[in-house]
């Protein structure tokens, strides 16, 4: 069982390699580390995933659910805006829901204003960067921490 999932949808395997002027110079495995650090720093066990295709991505999800999956950070990619099917397994496994973006798509083209995934997530986390993750990173702990005290 792990306690936090970290997940990421197409072409987030590319971070650090390609248009660092929108997504940064840090790779997605220097993102996973940093995670790690974190999560272990807080007595958590993270496990994560990317995977450019959806059906993976949604068999994960299944796969966590099974195993007990306390919560779920995800940047969906640019399934974002157009995965109705992915949305339902976020809904169909109850798994709480953290929506990180590295840039802000408020401020982008407007097919990327709307998300399927900002009204079933306990929260959203877009603009920063790396940093998202970080911040996402930390709400999950704290998000933890909480539903564990509310259960004693
Ligand atoms: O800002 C984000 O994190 C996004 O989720 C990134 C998606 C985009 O479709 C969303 O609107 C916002 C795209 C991910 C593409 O990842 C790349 C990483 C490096 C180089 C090129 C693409």
Redesign the pocket.
């Known amino acids: 069982m792990s306690d936090v999932l970290l997940m990421n ?4 395997n ?6 660092p002027e ?2 940064g110079q840090t790779s997605l495995e220097e993102i996973e580390v940093m995670l790690q650090e974190m999560a272990q720093g807080a007595g958590l066990q993270l496990e994560t995933f990317q995977s450019n295709h959806e059906g993976q991505l949604i068999d994960r999800l299944h796969s966590a659910a099974q195993t007990g999956t306390r919560l779920v950070i995800c ?4 399934y ?2 157009t995965s109705i099917a992915l949305r339902d397994a976020f809904l169909a496994v109850e798994i709480p829901l953290i929506e ?6 408020h401020e ?1 083209e407007s097919f ?1 204003h709307h998300s399927y995934f900002s009204d079933i997530a306990s929260g959203v986390i ?1 603009g920063f960067g790396v940093m ?1 993750y970080q911040l996402a990173m930390a709400a999950a702990i704290s998000f933890l921490d909480d539903s564990a005290q509310t259960s004693e």
């Open positions: 949808g197409p072409n987030l590319l971070l650090g390699q390609r248009e929108i997504y940047n969906p990619g640019a974002t805006h990180v973006h590295i840039s802000n798509p982008r990327r877009s998202s």
